[in-house]
């Protein structure tokens, strides 16, 4: 007689919320092309299921900043944001995002940093933060959908062979951390970091 499968346990769900922020695609000057780039590769990446809050915004800090919240308020475990962390004057990412937090990542902030600086020597005039902001993470990413990629899943050799880790590695563990669901990913696209203790057992 056969034994019936086990089912390993789903995956949790997850909802996450992305946004794109910039005066030009806001009011319709040109196609925005951050939050394409954050679903498509959120969606390669994660085995979770994903529910997603998409956001198209100016760079208006109070509005950067409500948003946030809402989107926090809102159940997002995780919230992406891209564009506005440059010096210019209408770039107010960075200061919006600090204004809701509970606690201050800067790890994230220094990794995207040292990834982009492999790319272009203007990387240091990047300013992304991450923040905590209850049970939920935020992050400041570069505003090209090419260095958003690069800077989540890191640099590799000709091979596919780590050379720097992406700072998405390091994301699950920290949404488990802050009492969030437990993000499983896809090993090819960015493989999490846990420690054993914290790693999920699936069922066989």
Request: with cysteine.
């Amino acid at each position: 007689m056969n034994e019936p499968v086990r089912q390993a346990p789903a995956a949790d769900p997850v909802k996450i919320g992305i946004v794109s922020i910039s005066d030009r695609a806001s009011s319709g000057v040109y196609e925005d092309k951050g939050l394409p780039a954050l679903q498509d590769w959120l969606g390669r990446a994660l085995h979770n299921p994903i529910t997603f809050a998409a956001r198209l915004i100016p760079d208006e800090q109070a509005t950067i900043s409500q948003t946030l919240v809402e989107l926090v308020d809102a159940g997002c475990s995780l919230v992406l944001t891209t564009g506005g962390t440059g010096p210019a004057l209408r770039d107010v990412t960075p200061e919006a995002t600090l204004a809701v937090a509970d606690k201050e990542m800067p790890g994230f902030g220094e990794q995207m940093r040292q990834i982009s600086l492999a790319f272009v020597p203007t990387a240091i005039l990047s300013r992304q933060v991450a923040v905590v902001r209850g049970n939920c993470l935020i992050i400041n990413l570069p505003g090209q959908p090419k260095a958003i990629a690069e800077t989540l899943e890191g640099l590799k050799d000709a091979e596919g062979v780590q050379k720097v880790h992406g700072i998405f590695a390091a994301v699950p563990y920290c949404i488990d951390l802050i009492g969030g669901p437990y993000l499983e990913t896809q090993d090819s696209v960015c493989k999490a970091f846990r420690p054993k203790n914290a790693v999920r057992v699936r069922a066989a």
